[in-house]
């Protein structure tokens, strides 16, 4: 059987223990898995709205978890993808603020993105940088560069870029409603996000699994120097996997700021960072694996309110 077959096997089978014993335990304390089952789907996906708001939070999730199976595969735990969303958002802002009265809203709009890509690669090569050249764990460099990012936002906000005659909390001025990505009736999920993500899902696919470049990156993470001697541009694939990870997180910044939040807000990222790298963890190198586990995990939290609520 293939190497990559057994693994998938593993991985199906720990899923489906795990729910096994999940059974175990609810039926242990008196209830009924198929009636929890229920619960948790209605208060996930009973309703247009529960359905949108876990479509809302998918689409960074998947694109921070393709970012990180580049670096993971690697061998780098790259901790700063916090960051790395929040130096997109940043940057999405730039061509906003400056061309949201002069150029067409489609052209503002690709501006921004493009923008929002360009910041998280860069601010994830800033981290590879620190990495390669200046002999600092990646994970600490990305920590760091964390709260510098955050920090930078919070001037923003509450200096050049501050509401006027106000500034707080609640982030910049709102910008124009032309310049909002459509999204699914009053929520606040974009079909064109929605289409992003899957598109960057499917080349993550292709490049780690069908692509010269993807098998050098995982001969690097494998064994760094052995890869180096055998001819492989070992720190020019590590630097590629921080600025495609860094990339990937500044597209989830610059949705967020045009489909969800239409400013920028100090805590741009939400937090979906830190679940990517759970996500990542998980699936290992599957990374058609990051769909399912993404919905679920995203769908998790309002099923536990809908079990609240229940009780």
């Not at 229920?38 to 359905?51: L, R």
């Not at 802002?93 to 061309?99: A, E, G, K, Q, V």
């Not at 001025?173 to 929520?187: C, D, M």
Request: charged share 10%; hydrophobic share 55%.
């Amino acid at each position: 059987m293939p190497k990559l077959s057994q693994s998938t096997v593993y991985q199906t089978g720990a899923i489906a223990l795990s729910l096994v014993f999940i059974a175990i335990v609810i039926l242990l304390v008196g209830g009924s898995p198929i009636e929890v089952l229920t619960n948790m789907s209605s208060g996930a996906f009973g309703t247009p709205d529960q359905m949108a708001r876990v479509v809302m939070t998918l689409v960074p999730l998947i694109l921070c978890t393709c970012g990180l199976l580049f670096t993971f595969t690697a061998g780098l735990y790259n901790l700063g993808i916090e960051g790395q969303i929040s130096a997109g958002a940043i940057a999405s802002m730039i061509p906003i603020r400056l061309f949201e009265n002069t150029l067409p809203p489609f052209v503002v709009i690709v501006l921004a993105i493009l923008a929002g890509i360009l910041g998280g690669a860069l601010w994830g090569l800033f981290a590879g940088v620190l990495n390669v050249y200046g002999r600092i764990n990646e994970i600490f460099a990305g920590l760091g560069l964390n709260f510098v990012a955050d920090g930078l936002a919070i001037y923003l906000i509450f200096g050049p870029w501050k509401r006027s005659g106000v500034a707080s909390m609640s982030g910049t001025e709102q910008f124009n409603e032309s310049l909002w990505l459509p999204t699914f009736g009053n929520t606040q999920a974009s079909p064109i996000a929605l289409i992003l993500a899957l598109l960057v899902l499917a080349a993550t696919i292709v490049v780690m699994r069908g692509t010269y470049f993807g098998l050098k990156l995982k001969a690097v993470g494998q064994n760094l120097r052995a890869s180096y001697v055998l001819g492989i541009p070992s720190v020019r694939q590590l630097l590629s996997a921080f600025a495609i990870c860094g990339a990937c997180a500044g597209l989830a910044g610059a949705l967020q700021v045009l489909a969800v939040f239409h400013r920028l807000i100090p805590t741009v990222s939400s937090n979906l960072g830190y679940l990517s790298l759970l996500i990542a963890m998980l699936i290992g190198s599957n990374a058609w694996l990051i769909l399912p586990i993404g919905k679920i995990s995203q769908a998790l939290e309002p099923m536990s309110m809908a079990i609240s609520r229940d009780r």
